[in-house]
């Protein structure tokens, strides 16, 4: 399964809650913070949800 690095590069401070669930849901909620996460399903869609506020790159 490949994965995918995904790092907050917006801040969420005004967003409606379910943008800020799907954040903390991916394990981010600081600027800059960055996580490597398994890209199933699941996942892609919560990026999807809130790719204006991320930054993924593969990982390696």
Same mark, same amino acid.
């Given at each position: 399964?490949? &994965?995918?690095?995904?790092?907050?590069?917006?801040?969420?401070?005004g967003?409606?809650?379910?943008?800020?669930?799907?954040?903390?849901?991916?394990?981010?909620?600081?600027?800059n913070?960055? &996580?490597?996460?398994?890209?199933?399903?699941?996942?892609?869609?919560?990026? &999807?949800?809130?790719?204006?506020?991320?930054?993924?790159?593969p990982?390696?």
């Amino acid at each position: 399964m490949s &994965k995918v690095i995904v790092k907050q590069v917006r801040s969420d401070i005004g967003r409606s809650p379910a943008v800020r669930q799907t954040i903390k849901a991916l394990g981010l909620g600081r600027l800059n913070k960055q &996580k490597e996460l398994p890209l199933n399903d699941a996942v892609k869609g919560m990026i &999807k949800k809130v790719d204006y506020l991320l930054e993924v790159t593969p990982a390696k």
